[in-house]
């Protein structure tokens, strides 16, 4: 449904977003995860046809952005990271000229604000001036006027940002209800927000896609940890042929360390046995052998590890990106 193509913008000579491709398909809930300044909005801005890209391309169900940016809007619901709301204009009011600029008129203009109202419980405030509205009630605001017209796809910037607790896990189950009918991307930099709410999660590293994983897969590991006295365990290990599934033995910071990846076909525990025996016969010592812990917030780590190493002297930075990259992949 959603398919962005090498989309990449510069701020001044500043690369804010840099060749981020990825397909989005229908009733997905994608989170866009990274740290501040990554670049989520804007590639957000991007998305919603608010700000060209300079170069590459956002498609919408085959329609490109570049080409009917007009068409493509009023079919999307968007809430930007600081909504512009008119804070002198009650809510009633605004989302009215909202649904007005999505073009909607008539029965299904008054349908379907009230719809909004309804799914974003502001029943109670629609007489209310924005100005006055507390941080979470505005937030509802921009929600309900990114409904309006029952968006095929749902494009939502920090959607619980400066929210208290309650007011966060209010905001997240309404997400949950309008995933039902929509695809949802949202922007955050709050590992429990994508953990909460995402099938899939892509994350943004000084503008370039790090990551793009479902959370399912992130969460089965295929790969060992091992620690040894046997510092030639990559030899010893590599003459057991591949029908014990190991695929490959990567040394690690420190001598005796490796991380083995196992094909995906693999029973983790055999694997492991056939590991620790081979090892011990060739005389070496275990001293740890175990699941990679695959989360969110390691994975994550990871990226930002490798973004502290490639920060240090000495290395080419180019050199050093690609490898971050890489291993976060
Ligand atoms: N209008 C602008 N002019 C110049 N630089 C900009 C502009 N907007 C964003 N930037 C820079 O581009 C980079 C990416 O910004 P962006 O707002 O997309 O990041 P973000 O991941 O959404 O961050 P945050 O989580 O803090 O909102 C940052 O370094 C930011 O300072």
Redesign the pocket.
Known sequence: MLEVTHLSRY??D?K??DGVSFNIGKGEIVGLL????????????MLSGYLEPDSGSVTIDGTSMADKPKILQRQLGYLP?NLPVYGEMTVADYLDYAASLKGLDGRDKVDEIRRAIKATELADKLHARIHTLSRGYKQRVGVAQAILGRPRLLIL??PTNGLDPTQTRQMRALIKEIAREATVIL?T?IMQEVEALCDRVLI?HR?QLAVDEKLDSLRQSNCILLETSATDAREVLGRLGTEEGIETIEPQNKPGQFRITLHKDTNIRSASAVIARTLIAAGGELYRLQPEQRDLESLFRQVNDNQHRSNQPNQPNNEKKSEALENAA
């Open positions: 701020y001044d500043f804010a977003v990274g740290h501040n300044g990554a670049g989520k909005t804007t590639i957000m801005k990271e910037d920090e922007s930099h943004i503008g």
